[in-house]
């Protein structure tokens, strides 16, 4: 596509945390065009459906003018990536266990599409030891807004506020899937 570097970062972005948001901004740094992909795998059990979780990724992105929001399901993300044009799939490494299940699946991808290049990225300290997981088990608990509001963007904590209220105020979150 006229020599633009595109770049696609996928993600269930069930619920978008900083630390998304900053891969996000990093991501659209580093290449012409970033994809924000969100991958749909029909046995998974989500928070937020897709069309709440592309609302809440344009709302994060607004003003970014090399991004656009996609979804993608039953294919493998390398697949996606040159269906779409993308040389580039961008990951982000936590922590070691982030770092060994990655490494594998570059492998994999690697197998199946050696024009697609992965690159990673390491978010700073304060942002990597939260998941989507970690904020959906927060919400419910006394204060849960005051502590949650550090770990995502203000329109998440909207979406996360009415989807509380929706359930019926009973408890936490917990028990909807991983990221």
């Keep these: 596509m006229n ?23 990093e991501g659209a740094r580093l290449f012409d065009k970033l994809i924000i992909a969100i991958g749909v795998n029909p046995e998974k059990a989500y ?42 799939i961008l990951r982000g490494i936590r922590d070691s266990k982030d770092y060994e299940y990655e490494k594998s699946i570059r ?8 024009s697609i290049m992965t690159v990673f990225l390491m978010p700073p300290n304060n942002l990597s030891s939260v998941s989507s997981s970690l904020v959906k088990g927060l919400v ?28 019926g105020k009973k408890g936490a979150m917990i028990g909807m899937d991983n990221d």
Aim: proline share 3%; no cysteine; aromatic share 12%.
């Design 107 to 114: 492998s994999v991808n690697e197998n199946i599409g050696k």
């Design 47 to 88: 928070s937020f459906t897709i069309e709440q979780r592309v609302e809440m990724l344009k709302g994060i992105t607004k003003g970014m003018d090399n991004i656009s929001i996609r979804y993608f399901e039953n294919m493998f993300l390398v697949d996606y990536a040159k269906k779409i044009g993308a040389k580039f």
């Design 3 to 25: 020599g633009q570097s595109i770049g696609v970062y996928a993600g269930s972005f069930d619920p978008p945390t900083n630390g998304h948001v900053w891969m996000i901004k």
């Design 140 to 167: 419910g608990t006394s204060g849960w807004e005051r502590v949650v509001k550090k770990y995502v963007p203000a329109i998440v904590v909207g979406y996360l506020k009415t989807k509380y209220e929706a359930i």
